[in-house]
Structure formats: structure tokens, C-alpha cells
């Protein structure tokens, strides 16, 4: 039997991030034992040459995944939108948005603190029909990890998809499905990165692509769960979003 591994690393400069230090990169990914050697020495190289700067903490980590709790799941729909300007961002998630169970004055308060957050670490958890946050986080928020791309699975995937073919969308992708896949109704997501202004939606198990979802040169954003309050056991739902391994596509 095949021996699964969850790689991940984390860089940082002036110190380990829980001590206040600089988030310079991070990757993680899901592989074979094979693989491991080839994918650590990888990531340390990525985390030492990356243009954010120069790390002086680096974490690796690497836990060995029973192969039956590898979860397989097909990638979501991805589509794109037409969205002229950031003035025009609200009306287009309003009808876009509009079969969803979620009020006017509840989707604009998410996107206007979306836009502009620059605490929160994780994405914040929203019930749908009151638009109170649930998830009890704080500034941490949850954070999506233990998720990768079967890679010659994405090669055949990408093959039809001009979009797609950078690190940066096949990662949001990625965590997108797996955010679906945990039961979420709708996901919203804004890069804090001041150059990239495209962010997306995600619901009824499609990925929407929204040009200027935010202004140019904002380094601010965030990302928002909406799920069912009475519904969703939330313990289980967060732990399949952190810890749950989940590859996207292939087979073991
Ligand atoms: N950005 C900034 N800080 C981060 C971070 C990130 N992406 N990931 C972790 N940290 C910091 C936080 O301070 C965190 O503390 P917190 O949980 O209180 O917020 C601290 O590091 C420890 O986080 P932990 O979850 O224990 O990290 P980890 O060692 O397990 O590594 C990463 C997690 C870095 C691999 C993961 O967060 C990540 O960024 N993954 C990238 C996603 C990706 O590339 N997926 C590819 C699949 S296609």
C-alpha cells in the first residue's frame, strides 16, 4: 500500500509568525512517499528565493496521511463575468447572487468588510439568514489546508482553460472546491495582494470569476463562509476545512 504525506511550509522574516514575523510564502501539497524528498528540498528552495524577501524562520512539516482518509473530490464549475468597474461590484453580485437565501443589506455589509479587512488571518464563517458570524475564531479566522491538485489530473484539467494556467487561480480553485465540498452554501473572496484585484464567488457548486471586485493598490481583503446555522455541525465542518486531507481529482 502506498504511504500518503501532507507537506507544508511556512517562511517568515524577523522571526516565527506566531512571534510577529513577516509572512514571506507558503506552500503545502499532498504526495506519495516517492515524492518527498524531491517536494521538501522544492519548498525550501521556494521559500529562500521568493521576491517578498528574505526569510530567517522557515517550517516544514510533514505528517503521514492514512491512505483511506484521502478524500478525492472532482474541482468545481469555474465560469467568468463581465464587471466593468468596483462601482458596479455590488450590483453584480446582487443579481448574480440572487436565487441564494441571502438578504441585500447582509451581502453588501459582508463585501464592504471583505474589501477592506486587514485583521483577520482565516476566512470568517457567516449563518446565511442572519448574517451574524458563528465560527467564534476571532482574528485567526479558519484556514484552509490539507489540499492539493492530483497533478497530472490538473495537466489534462487546465488543458481547455487559458485562465487558469498560473499557480495563484488553480490554488483558489483548489481550496474553492473544497470549500464547496465541506457543504458551504456560498464562498466570497477578496486577495489582499494591492495588485490583484479579480476576486470570486463561489455557490451552487460554481467558481465565479469577478474582475474588480476590489479597488487597485488596496492591500486589504478577506473571505467569507456562508453556510446554515441549523444546519451545519460547525465542529465538523471547521475540522474538514483544516484537516481533512482532499485531493482534487486522480485516484489513490
Ligand atoms: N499566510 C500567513 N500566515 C500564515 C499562513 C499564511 N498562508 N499560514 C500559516 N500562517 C501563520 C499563522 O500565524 C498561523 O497561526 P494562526 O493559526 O494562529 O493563524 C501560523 O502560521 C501556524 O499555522 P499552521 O496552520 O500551523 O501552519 P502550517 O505549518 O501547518 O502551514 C500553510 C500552513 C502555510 C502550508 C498553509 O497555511 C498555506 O498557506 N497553504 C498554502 C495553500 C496552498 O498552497 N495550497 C496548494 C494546494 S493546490
Same mark, same amino acid.
Given at each position: 500500500?502506498?504511504?500518503?504525506?501532507? @507537506?507544508?511550509?511556512?517562511?517568515?522574516?524577523?522571526?516565527?509568525? %506566531?512571534?510577529?514575523?513577516?509572512? @514571506?510564502? /507558503?506552500?503545502?501539497?499532498?504526495?506519495?512517499?516517492?515524492?518527498?524528498?524531491?517536494?521538501?528540498?522544492?519548498?525550501?528552495?521556494?521559500?529562500?528565493?521568493?521576491?517578498?524577501?528574505?526569510?530567517?524562520?522557515?517550517?516544514?512539516?510533514?505528517?503521514?496521511?492514512?491512505?483511506?482518509? $484521502?478524500?478525492?473530490?472532482?474541482?468545481?464549475?469555474?465560469?467568468?463575468?463581465?464587471?466593468?468597474?468596483?462601482?458596479?461590484?455590488?450590483?453584480?453580485?446582487?443579481?448574480?447572487?440572487?436565487?441564494?437565501?441571502?438578504?441585500?443589506?447582509?451581502?453588501?455589509? #459582508?463585501?464592504?468588510?471583505?474589501? %477592506?479587512?486587514?485583521?483577520?488571518?482565516?476566512?470568517?464563517?457567516?449563518?446565511?439568514?442572519?448574517?451574524?458570524?458563528?465560527?467564534?475564531?476571532?482574528?485567526? /479566522? $479558519?484556514?484552509?489546508?490539507?489540499?492539493?491538485?492530483?497533478?497530472?489530473?490538473?495537466?489534462?484539467?487546465?488543458?481547455?482553460?487559458?485562465?487558469?494556467?498560473?499557480?495563484?487561480? #488553480?490554488?483558489?480553485?483548489?481550496?474553492?472546491?473544497? $470549500?464547496?465540498?465541506?457543504?458551504?452554501?456560498? %464562498? #466570497?473572496?477578496?486577495?489582499?495582494?494591492?495588485?490583484?484585484?479579480?476576486?470570486?464567488?463561489?455557490?451552487?457548486?460554481?467558481? $465565479?470569476?469577478?474582475?474588480?471586485?476590489?479597488?487597485?493598490?488596496?492591500?486589504?481583503?478577506?473571505?467569507?463562509?456562508?453556510?446554515?446555522?441549523?444546519?451545519?455541525? #460547525?465542529?465538523?465542518?471547521?475540522?474538514?476545512?483544516?484537516?481533512?486531507?482532499?485531493?482534487?481529482?486522480?485516484?489513490?
Amino acid at each position: 500500500m502506498e504511504k500518503w504525506y501532507s @507537506i507544508r511550509m511556512r517562511a517568515s522574516e524577523g522571526g516565527p509568525h %506566531e512571534k510577529g514575523g513577516r509572512h @514571506i510564502s /507558503g506552500a503545502e501539497r499532498i504526495i506519495k512517499e516517492k515524492e518527498l524528498e524531491q517536494i521538501a528540498a522544492n519548498m525550501i528552495k521556494r521559500a529562500l528565493t521568493h521576491s517578498r524577501g528574505e526569510p530567517d524562520f522557515i517550517s516544514l512539516k510533514v505528517d503521514k496521511i492514512e491512505q483511506e482518509a $484521502v478524500h478525492i473530490i472532482s474541482p468545481i464549475t469555474i465560469q467568468k463575468i463581465d464587471n466593468k468597474g468596483q462601482d458596479e461590484t455590488k450590483a453584480v453580485l446582487k443579481k448574480l447572487l440572487a436565487p441564494l437565501p441571502l438578504k441585500e443589506e447582509v451581502l453588501f455589509f #459582508l463585501y464592504d468588510w471583505m474589501i %477592506e479587512d486587514d485583521q483577520t488571518r482565516g476566512a470568517i464563517i457567516v449563518d446565511i439568514h442572519s448574517g451574524k458570524r458563528i465560527d467564534n475564531q476571532g482574528l485567526r /479566522g $479558519v484556514r484552509v489546508s490539507h489540499f492539493d491538485w492530483d497533478k497530472s489530473f490538473q495537466e489534462k484539467w487546465i488543458q481547455n482553460k487559458k485562465d487558469f494556467h498560473n499557480e495563484r487561480r #488553480l490554488e483558489a480553485v483548489a481550496l474553492a472546491s473544497k $470549500v464547496a465540498k465541506a457543504g458551504t452554501i456560498c %464562498e #466570497l473572496c477578496c486577495s489582499d495582494d494591492p495588485e490583484y484585484t479579480t476576486g470570486y464567488v463561489t455557490f451552487q457548486h460554481t467558481y $465565479v470569476q469577478i474582475p474588480n471586485m476590489k479597488k487597485k493598490d488596496v492591500p486589504r481583503g478577506g473571505r467569507v463562509f456562508l453556510v446554515d446555522a441549523s444546519t451545519i455541525d #460547525l465542529d465538523a465542518y471547521m475540522n474538514f476545512l483544516e484537516k481533512t486531507p482532499v485531493l482534487i481529482g486522480g485516484s489513490k
